[in-house]
């Protein structure tokens, strides 16, 4: 049940086609804002621009490369999660606080993870093809 009284986000009130035309501008709204003003998004998606060409060109099975893909795209899809988190939290405060410091680092750990995920991922499919 809804309080009558709470505020709804005016994106919210979109519905059917407008809602999904809007959500596609502002899906690519936020890869604009990330490309520009995130040092770490734009050299991730080097990463990904690179491994990408790379795993296109192996000779491994389409579904190795697909693998290969995702899990790059993968570190990009965590890197914009971290630096949501971290607009946040600056929005909220910018004043240091143990548990700002704690999702800061919470996400950037969320990061380190998947690119733990995508150099595992690399070095499997690689063993497997060529030793």
């Known amino acids: 049940m809804v309080n009558p009284d709470q505020k709804v986000s005016e994106f919210k009130s979109k519905s059917g086609l407008k809602r999904i035309f809007s959500a596609f501008f502002y899906s690519i709204d936020g890869l604009k804002y990330a490309t520009q ?10 990463l990904v621009i690179v491994g990408s060409i790379i795993a296109l060109l192996l000779p491994v099975s389409a579904f190795q490369k697909l693998v290969l893909i995702a899990v790059l795209i993968l570190v990009l899809i ?10 946040v939290v600056d929005r909220v405060s910018l004043e240091r606080h143990p548990l700002s410091k704690n999702a800061k680092d919470f996400g950037s750990a969320a990061v380190l993870l998947s690119l733990i995920l995508v150099a595992a991922t690399w070095a499997v499919v690689l063993y497997n093809r060529f030793f």
């Open 37 to 46: 003003h995130e040092q770490a998004f734009r050299q991730e998606l080097v």
């Open 78 to 87: 965590v890197e914009l999660l971290n630096s949501a988190v971290e607009a």
